[in-house]
């Protein structure tokens, strides 16, 4: 019987977020609590939460559809976050056990922050804010930062997160400004990936590849590569599901038995000699993340690569995650008509994730931080999985991307296209020592997402 219980708060889809979901794990196998998570939960779990007998999972019922059709963004956000109230309130006081801690993830700041100071008065419970960024920043994106809704959302996020007994926050960064600006001592934990997270063998990568290879052989439109019998991804590999291009898809009959990375020699698996190179970005597809950027370096490199006498292999860029701006960038992407860059845009099982990052040869981040404090977790992803990365060069970002060991910056699409010539000249042949030194410094990280939290454990007894 355990004696202590905390609630996990995260106004928003918990499955979505990997570093709540890792401090559930760790609030129930190292500090022996009772874990109540309060969340959406559109999206499962990974399996180490689910099949905990100490982790409970409870919903928060969705704001109705009716509030976006609303005249007047600030007539919807105010809608919302009344209902939103409502509906916690009927969560936390009514079904969920009394805690004795309560950690909530900031952002979304409004209504969460005020009703857990609330509800750990109500309990005399300790309340632990974990700061990934601001709420009003993120407002200010779309409203501009003078906007009186900013600017009160500021204020509300200032008064309310002074009430809590600790902090945790992501950045040294953003350490120092609570701290400076809001008078909050925060300890600094930077995310770490589990241990699940690891470089993918080749048995893993041939598994992984043949099983969503009909996702990775959709063409996006009829110059993709997967259409040309000699493609500039190799001269044999796609000459095997030629009948699946404009004849056969008609029909249905889409190839799913073969992958344009790997296959099985002798009954062990090999990569392809010929193989495109793989690169991941893994996104939200929100407003602080410019996919344009992606679009166009894709654009330049296929300029480059056209004129390499062969010198340049083509890319894969598999792109997972779903978010707002998917469909808009999906469009960009199909118009660009691409024959040495290909697209795809998955949607992965949470177990499917890293392996797909274990497998690749290069990750992407566009991420650029709303308040410029936070660091990109879908970084610390590609680390765990012995992946570097060309991440958007922004104010913090060297706390997490050592430039030319872990990976490399960029601050325009032309850096980022001549970044990936630099690193794959002559691949998979024969790699740039770059890529391949960048590639062991990460593989040598010794991140412990468990080692790290042991730290943590004092704040939730």
């Known amino acids: 019987m355990r004696n202590n219980t905390t609630w996990v708060v995260v106004l928003g889809d918990f499955g979505r977020s990997p570093r709540m979901q890792y401090h559930a794990i760790s609030l129930s196998e190292q500090a022996d609590n009772n874990v109540c998570v309060l969340g959406q939960h559109n999206t499962l779990p990974v399996k180490e939460v689910a099949v905990d007998p100490y982790i409970s999972l409870w919903s928060i019922p969705e704001t109705p559809d009716w509030v976006q059709w609303l005249p007047f963004l600030s007539c919807r956000l105010f809608v919302k976050a009344a209902v939103q109230i409502l509906l916690l309130c009927y969560c936390m006081f009514i079904k969920l056990p009394r805690p004795d801690t309560v950690l909530v993830q900031n952002p979304p700041a409004i209504p969460a922050l005020a009703l857990c100071v609330l509800v750990c008065w109500w309990h005399g419970a300790k309340l632990v804010i974990d700061w990934h960024n601001f709420g009003y920043t993120i407002m200010s994106l779309t409203m501009g930062r003078r906007h009186p809704l900013v600017l009160f959302a500021r204020r509300y996020e200032w008064f309310f997160g002074r009430q809590a007994t600790s902090h945790l926050c992501v950045s040294k960064a953003m350490q120092l400004f609570l701290q400076a600006e809001w008078g909050i001592t925060a300890t600094v934990f930077y995310d770490t990936p589990p241990p699940w997270f690891h470089k993918a063998d080749l048995h893993e990568q041939h598994e992984l590849c043949t099983r969503i290879a009909a996702d990775l052989n959709a063409p996006m439109h009829d110059n993709d590569p997967a259409y040309h019998v000699r493609s500039p991804y190799s001269q044999h590999h796609f000459d095997t599901v030629q009948d699946k291009s404009r004849h056969a898809e008609a029909k249905g009959l889409l190839r799913t038995d073969f992958n344009v990375f790997t296959h099985a020699v002798e009954g062990k698996p090999q990569l392809k000699p010929l193989r495109p190179a793989l690169l991941v970005s893994s996104t939200s597809w929100t407003m602080d993340e410019d996919f344009g950027i992606l679009l166009q370096a894709a654009l330049q490199y296929e300029q480059m690569a056209a004129s390499s006498n062969g010198s340049l292999p083509g890319l894969m860029i598999a792109v997972t995650g779903k978010g707002p701006q998917k469909a808009m960038y999906e469009e960009k992407m199909q118009q660009l008509r691409l ?123």
């Open 339 to 461: 024959h040495h860059v290909a697209f795809r845009t998955l949607w992965l099982e949470a177990s499917d994730y890293p392996l797909l990052l274990g497998s690749a040869d290069l990750g992407v981040c566009l991420h650029t931080s709303s308040s410029g404090l936070d660091l990109p977790m879908k970084v610390v992803d590609m680390f765990g999985c012995g992946l570097p990365v060309c991440a958007a060069s922004y104010d913090c970002i060297d706390e997490l991307v050592k430039e030319g060991q872990t990976g490399l910056l960029f601050d325009s699409y032309q850096q980022l296209a001549d970044q990936w010539v630099a690193l794959f000249q002559g691949f998979p042949g024969n790699p740039s020592k770059q890529l391949l030194h960048m590639q062991h410094q990460v593989q040598q990280r010794k991140d412990n997402w468990s080692a790290s939290w042991e730290k943590l454990i004092h704040i939730f007894a």
